[in-house]
């Protein structure tokens, strides 16, 4: 049995889940900008999973993260800042080890591993929600060099001025843009400004990267459908030829639940690595 946490700027939520990958029960609950007091509701939800025996848990959160020590030093979502989360976080499951790991990281492994029959090059995850997060993975694993990076804090010119490409592209962006979050959107140019304000970054990322495809998460990479053919046009347009052009940009499967699934594909590869090593 396997235990899977996502910790986000807005709502927590965590699952049992079997051998084979299904979700037994989940839970979500709102996540309280006071750590001792998500500490305290993270507690009584997971009491409600059916967790028994020696099951493995994972725990997915956004920043900067200190993996050996089980720290997080920093969010750009919550106000925490060198907490020590890992041991927390056991302490409340009868002290067994928790694995560690940036949310985006653990959300864009899933998603590729769903991908990883029809594409065996590289796979770009990026979530572009309220910020942008990514990961990048290669015959289902996660490249480990790119452990910390950070692609939508990249300092691009916008507008006469540098500008982290996030601020302007991720969810904040768009309402502080057209006034209104990416859901809401229906104006096919809106959807265009929308799609070449992700592309602008994105084919940076590209030029470095090389990835066979592209998927999209968070709020704002949900609605990929709706304009990637602006990325796309933006790609063929700016691109240069040395540069491979992405086979496909798609939206996450299982967006709701990347992080969660995520957990489970990580403490598996551990526990092989861990079997044959």
């Known amino acids: 049995m396997y235990l899977g946490i996502d910790i986000g700027g807005t709502k927590t939520l965590v699952a049992a889940l079997d051998d084979k ?43 900067l993260l200190d993996r050996r020590a089980g720290t997080v030093h920093s969010l750009g979502n919550l106000p925490w800042r060198d907490k020590p989360i890992r041991t927390d976080i056991s302490n409340l499951i009868d002290d067994r080890w928790v694995m560690l790991e940036n949310d985006s990281r653990l959300a864009g492994l899933s998603e590729a591993r769903l991908l990883k029959d029809e594409y065996d090059g590289y796979v770009l995850f990026a979530t572009v929600s309220t910020g942008i997060g990514g990961a990048l993975v290669h015959d289902g694993r996660l490249v480990t060099a790119l452990k910390d990076m950070e692609m939508g804090k990249m300092p691009l010119l916008h507008e006469g001025k540098l500008a982290y490409w996030e601020d302007f592209a991720g969810g904040r962006g768009v309402v502080e843009r057209l006034k209104k979050r990416a859901s809401d959107i229906t104006d096919p140019e809106e959807w265009r400004i929308v799609g070449e304000q992700v592309a602008y970054g994105l084919a940076a990322v590209c030029s470095v990267l090389q990835p066979e495809a592209i998927i999209l998460g968070g709020s704002v990479g949900a609605h990929a459908e709706q304009y990637r053919d602006y990325i796309l046009a933006y790609f063929r347009e700016h691109l240069h030829p040395v540069v491979r052009q992405p086979q496909a940009i798609l939206p996450a499967r299982r967006p709701d639940e990347a992080v969660i699934y995520g957990c489970y594909d990580l403490l598996k590869q551990a526990e092989r690595e861990a079997h044959h090593g």
């Open 21 to 63: 990958g299904e979700i037994l029960l989940s839970r979500r609950f709102p996540t309280d900008h006071d750590y001792d007091n998500f500490l305290r509701d993270l507690g009584t939800n997971l009491k409600e999973l059916p967790l028994e025996g020696d099951f493995k848990a994972c725990a997915g959160v956004a920043g």
